[in-house]
């Protein structure tokens, strides 16, 4: 695996926020502010399939990995 780091980040801190939601959170099918350009797609895969991806390299944003991860440890999903 070669996790992607942002140009950016390898300068900078970055802060990750994770939390649970519900269906119910959701205000809708996608995200992001119409009036600033932003067009964001909501990817939701099992858990397991996400690990998965990361073991066969289609996950290799770093900040995804690390959260995942996280997630995996730490995190909801910890054993």
Do not use: C, N
Not at 20 to 29: F, I, L, T, V
Not at 51 to 71: F, P, Y
């Amino acid at each position: 695996m070669a996790p992607w780091m942002s140009p950016g980040s390898v300068t900078e801190r970055l802060h990750l926020f994770a939390a649970a939601y519900s269906a119910a959170d959701r205000s809708g099918a996608g995200g992001g502010l119409v009036e600033e350009g932003e067009d964001i797609e909501v990817l939701e895969l099992p858990f397991t399939e996400a690990l998965a991806q990361v073991r066969e390299g289609r996950i290799d944003d770093a900040k995804t990995v690390l959260l995942l991860q996280w997630a995996a440890l730490w995190g909801p999903f910890a054993r």
